[in-house]
């Protein structure tokens, strides 16, 4: 049983024409076909590369509708977002600590210039 998408911009397929192997796979005939030898492709149709963050399945060139990669690319997003946070935290508390090493250094140092008796 073949399942069918149906496009969510409209398109669809002329007769005559043939559904690429990548669209025919995807289940959207109208995402990407050969029509007078030419490739026509849906604007929302992309090939992505890459690692699925949800089980970390490796793919390359598969295409799909943008907003099937939605889910997948908001994910990624968010994991990226907390890495960096991560990275960020760490920089802070670092600075604070050698902000703080900085002042003691100078307290012991410095010493406040009285009366000259």
């Not at 760490?90 to 008796?117: C, D, L, W, Y």
Request: some cysteine; glycine content about 6%; hydrophobic content about 30%.
């Amino acid at each position: 049983m073949k399942i069918t998408i149906e496009c969510a911009m409209g398109s669809t397929m002329p007769s005559g024409a043939e559904a690429s192997e990548a669209a025919s796979e995807y289940g959207c005939d109208a995402c990407e076909y050969i029509f007078e030898n030419k490739v026509v492709r849906c604007s929302k149709f992309v090939y992505l590369s890459g690692q699925d963050p949800q089980n970390e399945k490796q793919f390359k060139d598969e295409g799909k509708c943008v907003d099937a990669w939605q889910p997948i690319l908001m994910l990624e997003m968010s994991n990226t977002n907390r890495g960096q946070t991560k990275a960020l935290e760490s920089f802070r508390n670092e600075s604070v600590h050698q902000q703080s090493e900085f002042n003691n250094i100078m307290a012991q140092t410095v010493t406040p210039i009285g009366k000259i008796s």
